[in-house]
């Protein structure tokens, strides 16, 4: 299982899901997407087809022919574009708070940041001097960001170029439907993908779905969702699934696993 984080994080968004998905007898692995943490941070590549064929590689690279992937948010449409572009190389893909790629999809503190990024230097300066980390994480969470929360993850973008390489893949998408590589790429994940899915939102994310969440009570449900694929809304729970809720997205990927791919 390959473990892919959302924008402004990187592998340590799943610290409190690897564990159980290990002790649950699944090899589980969680890497940086490249220019987050500790991943190079390469002049170009950030384009969600390269970051897909990234992830194509790095599963190879770890002796494995397929992989269930789950992406968070950036790493969601990642896995969406790796489900589209090597189905072969997936037994499934969980998409966390990642809906489909469709245009519209953002909302809210969502839109503003992907507008806020094409500004040349402004967005690293904001996200480097002014708060701009902590800003991101409250709006994306149901409830403010734990201080301890904040600190690593301001201090992982003052890794050098980090500021700059995290933001590229936001800057590639708002330009993409003027780009010929843009314009290929959302027509190339048009349509179901042929590989089993589960979806896990939260119930009260502001950012990626446009309201699309449904609302099921008191509870995590399941939701109705298009053929092949399984949908789960956690009430309560932001943008920041994997660590808002950790328990009941462990919860829903291991009763998901067993009908796609066996521990070991």
């Given at each position: 299982m390959l473990l892919l984080h959302g924008a402004l994080q990187n592998w340590w968004a799943w610290r409190d899901v690897l564990p159980g998905l290990?002790?649950?007898?699944?090899?589980?692995?969680?890497?940086?997407l490249r220019g987050h943490g500790a991943s190079d941070a390469t002049p170009r590549g950030y384009h969600l087809p390269g970051l897909a064929d990234d992830v194509d590689a790095l599963v190879r690279s770890l002796g494995a022919r397929r992989a269930v992937v789950v992406g968070h948010d950036l790493g969601g449409w990642v896995g969406w574009t790796l489900a589209h572009r090597h189905p072969g190389r997936l037994h499934g893909l969980?998409?966390?708070a990642a809906p489909p790629p469709r245009p519209g999809l953002l909302r809210g503190p969502a839109l503003r940041a992907l507008?806020?990024?094409?500004?040349p230097s402004l967005p690293e300066h904001v996200l480097?001097?002014?708060g701009g980390v902590r800003r991101y994480l409250d709006d994306a969470r149901a409830t403010p960001a734990p201080a301890a929360d904040v600190d690593y993850y301001v201090a992982s973008v003052r890794v050098p170029s980090v500021a700059h390489t995290s933001l590229e893949p936001?800057?590639?998408l708002a330009r993409a439907s003027l780009r010929p590589d843009g314009v290929r790429w959302w027509r190339s994940v048009r349509g179901d993908v042929a590989v089993p899915v589960l979806r896990v939102?939260?119930?009260?994310?502001?950012?990626?779905?446009g309201r699309a969440v449904d609302r099921t009570g008191p509870g995590a449900g399941a939701v109705?969702?298009?053929?092949?694929?399984?949908?789960?809304?956690?009430?309560?729970?932001?943008h920041l699934v994997p660590e808002e809720a950790p328990e009941q997205l462990l919860e829903a990927?291991?009763?998901w696993l067993p009908g796609v791919v066996r521990p070991g």
């Open positions: 290990a002790a649950a007898g699944y090899r589980a692995v969680a890497a940086d969980v998409a966390v507008g806020a990024a094409q500004l480097l001097h002014r936001w800057r590639w939102d939260g119930g009260e994310d502001r950012f990626a779905v109705p969702a298009p053929d092949g694929q399984q949908r789960v809304v956690l009430p309560g729970v932001g990927l291991l009763a």
